[in-house]
């Protein structure tokens, strides 16, 4: 895998086809998980470990799949790597397994991890799709993260609450005072809407903004011939 294709891919998965922002994938976890910045953070690490391995493993037995039924096939094996991952969390993080709940077991039925092995990984060699996953994790990792940062700061003036679940000794921050009301509907669904909504619109100004200059950016002079020398007499 040559590096212009790494960087294809990873462009892709972290902005050109960033599953929350342009393919509007994921709605479940976006909208529950993402009160506060630590838990957007640590389902994302979750769907990260399962779309990198399982892109790796449906991509080494895509050539012994029967294609009528590579759909349920492909579903087992998510299935299967999201149980590893589950009884991992458990074990080592068992407090904030409880507050994450049944969202870590859902990420067998996220569209997008099925959508990117069916679309990619199967067609493609295992580096790649290894790659592709844990990109179009890396995709869902920052704004899940940024819209439970903004959630949270917006909701309560808080940021990193739920750090000592995963760190312990470590305290959140309280960046607003600490008389200040909250903001109920931040921390709310609709909250996660409107704000998944201007991100969505910062992101097409973003790419609006760059195709102008590129646009208004004027081509390259074309390069001055070579002066010919005189024949010799």
Known sequence: MTFDELRRIAGNGIWKQNSSLVQILGMCPLLAVTTNLVNGVMLSLATIIVMSL?????????????????????????AALVTMVDLLFNASLHELYLVLGIFIPLIVTNCLVLARVEAFAAKNPQLQSAFDGAFMGVGMLWTLGLLGGMRELIGNGTLFSGIELVVPGLNHWQLLPADYPGFLLAVL???????????????????????????????????APAPTLPAAS
């Open 189 to 223: 669904p609709p909250g996660a809407f409107i704000l998944l909504g201007c991100m969505v619109a910062w992101k097409n100004w973003v790419e609006a903004r760059a195709l102008e200059r590129r646009r208004q950016t004027p081509p390259p002079a074309p390069a």
């Open 54 to 78: 399982s892109g790796a493993v449906i991509s080494a037995l895509r050539n012994f799949i029967p294609h009528e039924i590579r759909i349920p096939v492909f579903i087992l094996i998510v």
